[in-house]
């Protein structure tokens, strides 16, 4: 048996999946709201809107200024899914979406703590 973690997507879907997210300065979070579990079917998008409220929050665009990094650049990215466990998000050095690390917990501090010690 291995621990590969499958994702699909939904068949149909009118619009993108409902989540909430915040930031503390170290911790980017996720939680899914409409509990279909199709937040990490959909996350580049649920990133790239994060990344663009950065944007949109500190005036500038990692797209046109060369000497800025992406804007997830330096942060661990948390997300919780429909059924309340966490998952470190993996970003690579564009800001691209690499995997999901199941941390295997429902508590969030104890999330907080363990994807703050992920290589």
């Given at each position: ?29 996720l939680e899914e709201l ?10 580049n998008e649920a990133l ?72």
């Amino acid at each position: 048996m291995t621990n590969d973690l499958v994702i699909t997507k939904p068949a149909s879907r009118a619009s993108a999946p409902l989540f909430d997210w915040g930031i503390d300065g170290l911790v980017i979070w996720l939680e899914e709201l409409d509990g279909f579990g199709s937040l990490m079917a959909y996350i580049n998008e649920a990133l790239a809107q994060i990344a663009f409220a950065i944007e949109l929050q500190t005036g500038w665009d990692h797209r046109t200024d060369g000497h800025t990094y992406h804007p997830l650049y330096g942060y661990r990215l948390l997300l919780r899914d429909a059924t309340g466990l966490w998952y470190a998000i993996r970003m690579d050095e564009a800001g691209r979406f690499a995997d999901f690390v199941p941390l295997e917990e429902f508590d969030y501090d104890t999330a907080y703590d363990k994807v703050l010690w992920l290589p």
